[in-house]
């Protein structure tokens, strides 16, 4: 698959940890966790990046992306500061994918990882406000956590939850100033709950970027937060990473 030269995109320097370090940070930042997979490669303020494929794919993509984006910044991998890569929650084949690859990058050019919370970075991608995030974990669940947007950073006001999406909680105080995002508000059964219609907002199309991920990492690793490459694990949230055939059926699903 050919994809078309990728132009620098300049991006306001909204963060406020080092800001003379921040500006010669090299990251670059994996997402396979959603539906679209996403490479971004930030120098200081500057920031390149792909996305494509569909859930399934996205290990062919991925490390041709990689390549692609260190060549036309003229950067080996070995001249970064670190690798970030999506943490989860998320699709449990996806996490894998993203810390694999992190991991094989990461050790082979003696860099440290940052694991960035998914749910950070979709709640990051809309912009400062009050955000209440709400994925589909598949297998009748969803995960969810309500974040504070300011200033580029990101604060939890929740715990990260997973849960029937009927039993999804509304969000601290109510939920009148709340912006819904992520694919949980595209399930019935949440928008059904007698609370969701008095968001503020909903996006149920909105996603996870490695854009975004690499903006957390910046922050997170400024921050001291980065972690040795063999220690990488996902943020599962859960246990369970399937049904049985007896549980898919009963849910509705096929066999």
């Not at 494929?53 to 950067?75: D, K, S």
Request: aromatic share 4%.
């Amino acid at each position: 698959m050919k994809y078309p030269p990728a132009r620098w995109a300049t991006e306001a320097p909204t963060i406020r940890l080092c800001p003379q370090l921040l500006h010669c940070m090299k990251l670059l930042a994996l997402e396979t966790s959603a539906e679209m997979a996403s490479v971004a490669l930030r120098v200081g303020d500057r920031l390149l990046s792909r996305e494509g494929g569909t859930p399934g794919t996205h290990a062919q993509f991925i490390l041709g992306w990689v390549g692609e984006l260190l060549n036309e910044a003229g950067l080996t991998l070995g001249q970064l500061d670190a690798i970030a890569f999506s943490a989860g929650p998320g699709s449990f084949t996806g996490l894998r994918l993203a810390v694999s690859v992190a991991q094989g990058l990461a050790l082979g050019a003696g860099l440290p990882l940052v694991p960035v919370p998914t749910l950070d970075a979709l709640a990051l991608g809309r912009g400062d406000g009050l955000h209440l995030c709400c994925v589909d974990a598949r297998m009748s669940e969803v995960y969810s956590v309500a974040c504070e947007v300011r200033d580029g950073q990101v604060e939890a006001r929740t715990d990260i939850r997973v849960g029937p999406p009927d039993s999804l909680p509304p969000p601290p105080d109510g939920p009148a100033h709340w912006q819904g995002c992520g694919s949980g508000f595209g399930l019935a059964p949440v928008m059904q709950l007698a609370w969701t219609s008095q968001l503020a907002s909903i996006d149920a199309a909105a996603t996870v970027h490695a854009r975004d991920i690499a903006r957390l990492g910046v922050i997170r690793l400024a921050a001291g937060q980065s972690i040795d490459a063999a220690l990488a694990a996902p943020l599962y949230v859960r246990d369970k990473v399937a049904q049985t055939t007896a549980e898919r059926l009963a849910a509705g699903g096929r066999a």
